[in-house]
């Protein structure tokens, strides 16, 4: 293929699901440290997507890059809290 393309300016979100958080403690902050730490994210991308598959037990306040409306639905259901990290407070916190 030749001529222009936009694939390298695509954001590029690692997904993780609903049902993988609960592994972390009730009322735990979850960030894309700490989903690197025990192994739920590897390798490169533009941050984590969280999405809505799987049934979430715990109350979680989840920092991440984006959300799914039904995961963000699913979250704050169970009293948790959602927060949209941008690269650059990412970068600024030293992660």
């Known amino acids: 293929k030749r001529g222009f393309n ?6 590029v979100y690692i997904p993780v699901n609903l ?4 592994q972390f403690e009730d009322g735990a902050r ?4 700490q989903l690197r730490e025990v192994g739920l994210v590897n390798g490169r991308g533009d941050g984590v997507k969280i999405l809505a598959r799987g049934k979430l037990e715990k109350k979680l306040a989840v920092c991440a890059a984006a959300f799914s409306a039904s995961a963000r639905a699913a979250i704050e259901e169970k009293g948790g809290t959602c927060e949209v990290a941008t690269r650059a407070s990412a970068a600024a916190s030293g992660k």
Do not use: I
């Open 6 to 11: 936009n694939k390298r300016f695509a954001t």
């Open 30 to 33: 979850v960030d894309e440290a």
């Open 19 to 22: 049902d993988s958080l609960n």
